[in-house]
């Protein structure tokens, strides 16, 4: 399993992701699951992986090879977003079908794969989309400005509480932080190394990219002081009010 998640503010874009790839108890590898494509004043994309490991490297590798060849279409000369999401959609769902069918099995096999995929393209606005298995897509919005893929739940609820539009840039990224390490904190299949990348509404460039291992000081420090706050805070909550008589049962 893993965990990757795109957050849409006003002041730009956030991705991040873990790296562990488990395929059994016994065998945890490391894996980046962000891949970057940017060409510096026309456009800047960053794609997010999760799902079967064959299927995302074999979707990577024939998005490379067609940025890399200037292939039609490809991340390189898709007009929109929205178009570089379906081209998305069409190489996963093309290379899902002829790994089952170069398998022989036609039911149970788990080759499915689900990306993000987010950036700006000069004359656009930013956005991050969600590519399914089926090759079909959804959008963030402004009431649901994020985005998540793999394993989701743990860290969701900061943010649901935190993540709005109006977010900066950068508290953004922390919040991302947390939310990977508060998975990480409630599910073993998840770890690091952490990848970080902002990107900056209208810049056009690369982005910011960072990779945190596991004795990183600042995540270490962040990791800690996340955890210490929310047990002062825990501690100054006031005990629920009961009522001194037990229930009865007739």
Same mark, same amino acid.
């Given at each position: #399993? ?11 874009? /956030? ?12 065998? /945890?590898?490391?894996?980046?699951? #962000?891949?970057?494509?940017? &060409? ?6 960053? !794609? ?10 074999? /979707? !990577?590798? &024939? ?8 292939? *039609? ?16 959609? *069409? ?13 022989? %099995? ?54 649901? &509480? ?8 950068? &508290? ?11 998975? #990480?904190?409630?599910?073993?299949? !998840? ?39 929310? %047990? %002062? ?18």
């Amino acid at each position: #399993m893993t965990y990757c998640l795109a957050i849409a503010v006003d002041e730009g874009l /956030v991705f991040a992701s873990d790296s562990r790839t488990h395929a059994g108890v016994d065998q /945890v590898s490391t894996y980046s699951k #962000m891949f970057a494509y940017a &060409r510096p004043g026309e456009r800047s994309l960053v !794609v997010l992986s999760a799902g079967n490991l064959a299927t995302t490297q074999a /979707v !990577v590798r &024939r998005l490379n090879r067609d940025w890399q060849t200037g292939a *039609e279409p490809s991340l390189a000369n898709t007009p929109t977003l929205e178009d570089a999401a379906e081209y998305l959609g *069409e190489v996963s769902v093309e290379l899902q079908r002829r790994s089952v069918e170069q398998s022989g %099995q036609q039911n149970g096999l788990a080759v499915e794969a689900t990306f993000l995929i987010g950036g700006q393209i000069q004359g656009q606005a930013p956005g991050i989309y969600m590519v399914y298995p089926q090759g079909n897509f959804i959008t963030a919005s402004p009431l649901h400005p994020f985005l998540q893929i793999g394993e989701t739940k743990y860290g969701k609820p900061i943010l649901d &509480r935190i993540v709005s539009e109006q977010l900066p840039l950068e &508290r953004a990224a922390t919040c991302a932080l947390i939310s990977i390490d508060s998975t #990480m904190r409630s599910n073993l299949s !998840v770890g690091p190394p952490v990848e970080l990348l902002t990107y900056r509404r209208d810049s056009l460039d690369p982005g910011h990219y960072r990779a945190f291992q596991p004795d990183d000081p600042y995540f270490a420090d962040l990791r800690d002081a996340w955890r210490d706050g929310l %047990q %002062q805070l825990f501690d100054q909550l006031a005990a629920p009010p009961l009522d001194p008589a037990a229930p009865t049962t007739s």
